[in-house]
């Protein structure tokens, strides 16, 4: 792929692919870095795919670049404020909440993420926007309205639906985190119990380097491994 991407004249969308490509392979190995470098590359070349916007941040959040992800993520919140459909509001709306500390002002945030609920009814993909509009009240607190969401995520669920098994297993690890937050550590472990079984078989085989919800799977082992010590430590 470096190759190729070396050869390449295109300055554009061949180029930007080939930086993907490239991504997924470095994020296979984890080498979280490189991947970031390589989906930042991809996304300077086609800034107005909001695909390449995401997986950036999601490999900046995993290499542990703080400041980098930050001005990232604010960025893409100048930038797609306004946003043209559900997929733009929601991939922006996620990445602004993804952290402990949520990035830009909660007005926007929870604007973006509830216009992604309202405009994704019919979408294959239907089930991930309530669940980011969940992650959206948990980190403000609100979560008795977080688990609502989660109830809104699981009835959209149908036949021809995509990945339904991350979108479950969101599911279940933003019930733990919103149990945890609650106090109710029993029913938490119950939770991330049931999420387990989701994420195990995830960590056991490999990742295809093509495979375009491996971002999904990221997000849920990070928010994973944050209700387990979450849970643990209250």
Avoid at 105 to 123: G, H, I, M, Q, Y
Wanted: charged letters at 30%; glycine letters at 4%; proline letters at 5%.
């Amino acid at each position: 792929v470096t190759a190729l991407i070396e050869k390449s004249s295109d300055r554009g969308a061949v180029r930007a692919r080939l930086y993907q490509q490239r991504a997924f392979l470095n994020a296979r190995l984890e080498q979280w870095k490189a991947a970031a470098e390589d989906f930042l590359e991809a996304k300077n070349r086609k800034p107005d795919d909001t695909m390449h916007w995401m997986r950036a941040g999601v490999m900046l959040l995993l290499a542990g670049d703080m400041a980098k992800y930050r001005e990232h993520t604010q960025e893409m919140l100048k930038r797609f404020e306004h946003p043209p459909n559900a997929y733009v509001a929601e991939r922006t709306a996620k990445l602004c909440v993804l952290p402990n500390e949520p990035i830009g002002d909660k007005e926007t945030v929870s604007r973006l993420a509830k216009f992604a609920t309202e405009n994704s009814e019919d979408s294959p993909w239907s089930m991930y926007f309530p669940m980011t509009e969940a992650l959206v009240k948990y980190r403000y607190g609100e979560y008795d309205a977080a688990l609502r969401l989660i109830d809104v995520s699981r009835a959209r669920k149908r036949p021809g639906q995509v990945r339904p098994d991350v979108a479950e297993m969101l599911a279940h690890v933003i019930e733990a985190l919103c149990w945890a937050a609650i106090g109710d550590h029993q029913r938490a472990d119950v939770t991330l119990e049931k999420a387990d079984e989701y994420l195990q078989p995830f960590l056991e085989r490999p990742i295809r380097v093509d495979d375009s919800t491996q971002h999904g799977w990221f997000i849920a082992r990070m928010l994973y491994d944050e209700a387990k010590s979450l849970n643990r430590n209250q």
